[in-house]
């Protein structure tokens, strides 16, 4: 079974600061995606990273797959109380195809006071 | 862009009874998964069908069953209902590429 070990589980910060989420296996993924959800709602694809090393830039949130594609780390710039909500990182399977499930973090909730 | 459809987005049942949820993929999508999220937990993995048929099963309990139809619609049926089947469920369906899921509203079941 893969794991991954997502951490922070609770962020609590106040705005214009800086942020990182990590999330980390002993696995490989074939690819390792990123969703934001709010609450009572479905996850929202932010990001997938595929390639070792990758590097993603969403406006002020930056995403980088580990280099032997085992982690992944999600930074964001300058947080605002909009970027409020639980993020999961959740990988795909190292043989990874179209049909795959997805291996979910724990999920970090973050908060962003004004 | 079309979404993942859900229905119902609520839905109240007492215990022991039957629920139905249902499920309508992207157009085009091949791949359609069934998560459950219980408050404060990450989605856990029920089952998924690709082209129609079970590919892969997860933690579902055998009061659970769900089928793919034709139409690529999805349900889920959860029979004998327990109070800690209370939970969102999420359908979610991927493409072909395979890179990423999209995820429906979800269902927020209470059993009381």
């Known amino acids: 079974t893969q794991l991954l070990e997502q951490s922070p589980q609770f962020l609590s910060i106040q705005e214009g600061e800086n942020l990182t989420v990590y999330c980390n296996s002993s696995s490989v993924f074939s690819s390792l995606q990123w969703y934001r959800q709010e609450p009572g709602e479905g996850p929202v694809l932010l990001v997938t990273?595929?390639?070792?090393?990758e590097v993603k830039k969403l406006k002020r949130l930056t995403f980088q797959f580990g280099d032997a594609r085992k982690d992944s780390s999600l930074h964001i710039t300058a947080a605002q109380p909009g970027d409020t909500g639980l993020y999961l990182c959740?990988?795909?399977?190292?043989?990874?195809?179209?049909?795959?499930?997805?291996?979910f973090g724990k999920g970090t909730l973050l908060t962003v006071n004004p | 862009a079309a979404g993942v459809i859900q229905s119902p987005r609520h839905l109240i049942k007492e215990k022991r009874e039957t629920a139905t949820l249902k499920c309508y993929p992207i157009?085009?999508?091949?791949?359609v998964y069934w998560y459950q999220q219980g408050p404060g937990q990450d989605p856990q993995f029920l089952i998924s069908?690709?082209?129609?048929?079970q590919s892969d099963k997860g933690s579902i309990p055998d009061r659970f069953s769900a089928q793919q139809f034709s139409d690529y619609h999805s349900e889920l049926n959860m029979s004998s209902l327990e109070l800690g089947d209370s939970a969102l469920y999420f359908c979610a369906s991927s493409s072909p590429w395979g890179l990423g899921y999209t995820f429906g509203s979800g269902t927020r079941l209470t059993v009381v």
């Open positions: 959740a990988g795909a399977p190292g043989s990874g195809g179209s049909n795959y499930k997805l291996t």
């Open positions: 990273v595929v390639t070792g090393g």
């Open positions: 157009p085009r999508h091949d791949t």
């Open positions: 069908f690709y082209e129609k048929m």
